[in-house]
């Protein structure tokens, strides 16, 4: 195990009937509230109108952003930073998924930075502060109700990359599984694998003596994979919801990421695939983390087959260990598309003419990956394997 430092300063307010904590938390920073929003889904699904009443209560004055995209834009975070700049906003509140929580994040630390956003978020510019966020979470998926990353995406030069800064974790969230009823089916999947790849993220890595962190992440797996089946069918059961909730925050608030270095190249290689092509992030995630783990299977066999033997209950019993460790890597990937998720790049109409591109964004800040270094050539590997 590595030495480590943990910091997380949100305060995490968890279960039905929370809303109510706005009223607590939101004085605490001021009364000028911007509100970040997405297509709309909070409106047809009431939670829109009880945001207003708990912040009319407190006498908040509220100027509203709307329209966050599922890849949130660059272009709408610089929206975002001219309305704080303009109507003093003193709390950004973002109200719905992880792209709208990433989107607020971008916008709370550009309204303190002088120059554009964007440098930021490609490490070009360090920034020194940010205001306030508070988020009320619909969709279990991202973590980033309890983290400092965000994702951002550039349109203009077909660019997405996460960022992260100390001033971009939320001051406090607000987790009601009852307003995650509603997302459609094929988000809920989307968000229960990107949850799943978080977790994964964390459990290759080549640090040792590292046994409670990987206990960790195999509860958290073997749970929604219990779990998601059961919640497909009723996808208004309180408590599946409610464990589906807390897995995605559990799988990336640093909790998993204590004491060793996670290795994060899939996030990257799906990055660039949604950035030309705007697909669902966890829906390319399911096609292309299936084909990073076999690409990557020598570097530690034994990881793989324990994923196998503990996870997905895989009998090693006269197998070799690589047998077994194949065997775990293809229940994953089945497990995913019994759920309904896409398992090849051709689900997108995708196919090889941008794999160049992609492999050359992938690459913009070199070699990646902490379980294994990935050269250009294995990105392209990866793609072509994924097609």
Known sequence: MRSFQFYNPTRLIFGKGQLQALQTEVPKYGKRILLVYGGGSIKRSGLYDQVISQLN?????VTELSGVEPNPRLSTVH?????????????????????????????AVGAKYDGDMWDVVVREATPQGGLPLGTILTMAATGSEMNNGSVI??????????WFSEYSFPAFSILDP??????????????????????????????????????????????VIDT???????PENYELRETILYCGTMALNDVLNMGLAGDWASHNIEHAVSAVYDIPHGGGLAILFPHWMKHNLDVDVDRFKRMAVNVF?????????KQV????IEALRNFWTSIGAPSRLADYDIDDSQIDAMADKAMRFGPFGFFKKLQREDVVQIYQAAL
Request: with cysteine; charged share 20%.
């Open 57 to 61: 209560a407190i006498g908040a004055e």
């Open 313 to 321: 209950d895989i009998n090693p019993n006269g197998k070799s260990d």
């Open 325 to 328: 460790a194949e065997e775990g």
């Open 228 to 234: 998601a089946p059961l919640l497909i069918k009723d």
């Open 178 to 223: 009852v307003n995650t009823f509603t997302v459609p089916l094929d988000q809920t999947v989307y968000g229960m694998v990107d949850m799943m790849s978080h977790v994964f993220e964390h459990y290759f890595h080549l640090d040792t003596n590292t046994p409670v962190q990987l206990g960790f992440c195999e509860t958290i797996l073997r749970t």
């Open 79 to 107: 929206k975002g930073v001219a309305l704080c700049r303009t109507h003093d906003i003193d709390l950004v509140l973002a109200v719905g998924g992880g792209s709208v929580l990433d989107c607020g994040k971008a916008i």
């Open 153 to 162: 995406t550039n349109q203009d030069t077909q660019e997405k990359w996460a």
